[in-house]
């Protein structure tokens, strides 16, 4: 635990600068990236296995947590691709290093350029829909209706 | 006589290990990437919506090899590379080699397993069941 707690405190005082400030959020965006990416594929494989979860689960990410997640995860996709893409350059081209400093402010602004108007109009849609929803907006959908649903599809393929 | 002007070049030989490839399969990985899955949620969250996400969506999407095709690479890089990101980051914190080994072993079965069970699903969902479905759940469930 203490050794953690050192981890983590040196990890945000380590003074690598703009470097490694784009190291750390290059880690967190891709963490974060990676534990919506497993949920993510395992729930569409369902759309195959089980139709019913699977529906169930698409209307659950409808609700307003799951939509302000969806544009966190917007935002770390742009940023980590971006500057993946720096880290690939340099590594390739360790002649540029000598721009890794304003390689890594670049895109970051490149980040905040393109993530901007992308965040608004999926927040300003999510709250178009949410307000058209009402009350229903917050509603968490039951898994028992969808189930019920895909067993009367059962039975009407099967009559 | 070396000079300070002079560029001083020194060959590093490079072993042909896992690691290596490893290391380069992130880079060509990540630059597939750019390309997969910056156009997918472009594709999924911007042009279209989860907000409108139904079944229907995924029956028709699906309905075309080519959909099936990119989704096919998207899953098999995305989760190779997010789950070897995620062995780079465990193995800076986790030095005890007797820990590491089987996370690395649980790593790559779980890389393996997911790849094969959503690959399967992508490979063999039915469309026309799935609309068939879908009808009838937009009866039963209300605001659907």
């Known amino acids: ?159 | 006589m070396a000079t300070l002007s002079e560029k001083t070049v020194r060959t590093v030989e490079q072993p042909r290990n896992l690691e290596r490839y490893a290391y380069l399969f992130m880079r060509f990985s990540g630059i597939a990437l750019l390309i997969l899955a910056v156009g997918h949620m472009m594709i999924q969250h911007v042009l279209n919506s989860s907000g409108n996400l139904t079944i229907q969506f995924v029956a028709d999407q699906w309905n075309s090899w080519g959909w099936r095709t990119y989704d096919m690479f998207l899953l098999i890089f995305a989760v190779a590379h997010g789950v070897n990101g995620l062995r780079n980051v465990l193995e800076d914190y986790i030095h005890n080699d007797k820990i590491m080994a089987p996370i690395k072993i649980f790593l790559g079965i779980f890389i393996v397993v997911t790849i094969l069970w959503a690959g399967v699903a992508i490979a063999t969902f039915d469309s026309a069941q799935a609309r068939e479905f879908h009808k009838v759940l937009s009866e039963a469930v209300q605001g659907n």
């Open chain 1, 1 to 159: 635990m203490t050794s953690l707690l050192i981890t983590l405190r040196e990890s945000i005082r380590y003074r690598g600068r703009s470097g490694h400030y784009s190291w750390i959020a290059h880690r967190l965006s891709g963490l974060a990236i990676l534990g919506f990416l497993v949920l993510h594929v395992w729930d569409t494989a369902n759309a195959n296995y089980a139709p019913g979860l699977y529906a169930w689960s698409i209307d659950l990410f409808k609700h307003p947590f799951f939509a302000v997640g969806e544009i966190g995860i917007m935002a770390a996709v742009l940023y980590h691709a971006f500057n993946g893409i720096r880290i690939t350059i340099l590594d390739f081209k360790p002649e540029w290093w000598k721009y890794q400093r304003s390689s890594a402010i670049f895109v970051f602004i490149l980040f905040v350029v393109l993530f901007a108007p992308i965040g608004i109009y999926m927040f300003d849609e999510f709250l178009h829909r949410c307000t058209e929803a009402g009350a229903a907006c917050w509603k968490i959908p039951r898994v028992s209706d969808y189930r019920e649903a895909y067993r009367l599809y059962l039975d009407t393929r099967g009559g």
